[in-house]
């Protein structure tokens, strides 16, 4: 909190230095602006960053086990299959969904937490290429809206929350933390939303995989399935299981 003020009040307070610096030194000026401006940028479009509060990046174990998510449901084409596969797999895990999929397919949510498995909020339409620069009002929204389609189908209201495409602002943490949820990241992930190799999405994932890993998946693409089934083939060959962990071993960096 303490970091994301003072970046705060620094970009703030830089059109006062510009001003001041402007007939004597302009550039010198400009560079603190732009250097505020970067402050402010590279954690809001860097996922794991923590200057802007905390980021759950994996959890702590003593055992072989991760984290295993998957953004971006329920999708009518893949839920079902998906989650015989988990099952299958004897892997639990937790699903960062839409809001507006839920309100469209509530009996997939309602499937997905019978099935032993939790979800969580991916915001309520996930505006990829906005949600970054929202203001407060519009933030809210994508994130309470959310939440209530969640509850509304399956009667849990969720804890944890995840942005789209991982990029938050500095809105977001006051947002989450008023709510009582936290940011979940990742440590692991495969690129499988834009890669169309199943078995290159597995080795990606694999190379950044330890114990106490988050695991970023995705469902609704075309190669969902079959890169979920490579994935956890080689994780349980491995010697990993999956889990669901309890949120007092969630660390972030």
């Known amino acids: 909190m303490g ?13 006062a230095a510009l001003v001041l610096l402007w007939n004597d030194a302009p550039w010198a000026g400009v560079g603190i602006v732009f250097l505020s401006h970067m402050l402010v940028l590279y954690p809001t479009l860097r996922p ?6 905390p980021v759950i990046t994996h959890f702590v174990t003593e055992q ?20 015989d596969l988990l099952g299958r797999h004897d892997a639990r895990a937790t699903f960062f969904v839409k809001g507006v999929l839920v309100d469209q397919q509530p009996e997939l949510a309602r499937d997905i937490a019978r099935r032993g498995h939790t979800l969580a909020n991916h915001s309520h ?11 407060p009002k519009r933030l809210e929204h994508e994130v309470d809206e959310c939440s209530r389609a969640i ?29 009582a949820m936290a940011l979940i990241g990742w440590s692991a992930r495969g690129f499988d939303a834009v890669l169309g ?6 080795d990606r994932v694999l190379r950044s995989v330890r114990p106490g890993a988050i695991i970023l998946m995705h469902q609704g693409r075309p190669k969902s ?7 956890l083939e080689a994780l349980r060959r491995e010697g990993y299981s999956f889990t669901i962990p309890d949120p007092n071993v969630l660390r972030a960096h």
């Open 48 to 53: 794991g960053a923590q200057w802007l509060g």
């Open 151 to 179: 509850e509304r189908a399956t009667g849990i209201a969720p804890r944890w929350f995840r942005a789209p495409v991982g990029m938050k602002n500095p809105f977001v943490h006051p947002i989450l933390e008023r709510r």
């Open 3 to 15: 970091i994301r003020r003072a970046i705060l009040t620094f970009a703030v307070v830089s059109p």
């Open 125 to 135: 339409t996930h505006p990829s290429g906005t949600f970054w620069c929202r203001l």
């Open 197 to 202: 190799d199943p078995a290159r999405v597995r």
């Open 64 to 83: 072989r086990e991760v984290w295993l998510t998957i953004d971006d449901g329920p999708t009518l084409n893949d839920t079902a299959p998906l989650l």
């Open 225 to 231: 399935l079959e890169s979920m089934e490579l994935l």
